[in-house]
């Protein structure tokens, strides 16, 4: 009888022991579990810090990319507003007038470089229009070394005419601004196509000199 107590007592223990080492086995199997996802989410991890660095780097390279683009638009277009600026001085006193606000924006460092663009556009644009036209315009300038109300006809940018009371002469373009001269045999002819211009005379042609620069 004793006997049988130590066997059943051995039986018990043993089944004991075979339920907790199924137990730990369990537990060993679901933490290998777990390791495997930790794994796997550690190497998706990796994967997509991977192309993350790959895409900052991309977005690096194209920010330095358009930063060169910038400078070297900028660069453009401040050489654009020095000879801009240059060339304000060979505009006709109409144009200047009309384009006073562009000059000082011309000379305004501080623009954004949107601004410098629209107002190098906006000059280049009246400039062109102003080239296209024929222009009437009453001005005060020095002639023979006597200041004299002129009627001024424009032909463009390329020259103008004009008459004065009993004098009449012609304008062009320079370096140091526009240069008058008088001259008394196309006083008729001037006279008649700036009433023609200003409607007041019938709609005729009339020939005048252009006098066509060599270079």
């Known amino acids: 009888e004793e006997l049988l107590k130590v066997e059943r007592a051995s039986d018990s223990e043993k089944r004991e022991w075979e339920l907790k080492q199924q137990g730990i086995s369990d537990l060993l199997e679901l933490y290998q579990q777990e390791l495997e996802l930790i794994s796997e989410e550690l190497e998706s991890a990796g994967s997509s810090l991977e192309k993350m660095n790959e895409e900052l780097e991309s977005v690096k390279a194209s920010v330095a990319a358009f930063q060169q683009a910038r400078e070297v638009l900028v660069g453009r277009i401040d050489q654009q507003r020095g000879r801009?600026?240059?060339?304000?001085?060979?505009?006709p006193e109409p144009l200047q007038q009309q384009l006073l606000g562009e000059k000082d924006n011309l000379l305004n460092d501080a623009l954004v470089l949107k601004d410098k663009v629209a107002s190098v556009v906006r000059v280049l644009k009246a400039a062109d229009k102003f080239n296209r036209i024929v222009s009437y315009s009453e001005e005060i300038?020095?002639?023979?070394?006597?200041?004299?109300?002129?009627?001024?006809l424009y032909v463009g940018l390329a020259g103008a005419y004009y008459v004065s009371g009993s004098t009449s002469g012609t304008g062009k373009p320079s370096q140091e601004g526009w240069i008058w001269k008088s001259g008394n045999t196309l006083q008729e002819?001037?006279?008649?196509?700036?009433?023609?211009?200003?409607k007041t005379a019938r709609p005729q042609l009339v020939n005048l000199p252009v006098e066509v620069q060599s270079k």
Request: aromatic share 14%; proline share 0%; net charge neutral.
């Open 84 to 91: 801009l600026f240059k060339l304000y001085g060979m505009f």
């Open 189 to 198: 002819s001037i006279a008649r196509a700036i009433a023609v211009f200003q």
């Open 141 to 152: 300038h020095e002639i023979d070394g006597e200041e004299r109300q002129l009627r001024v």
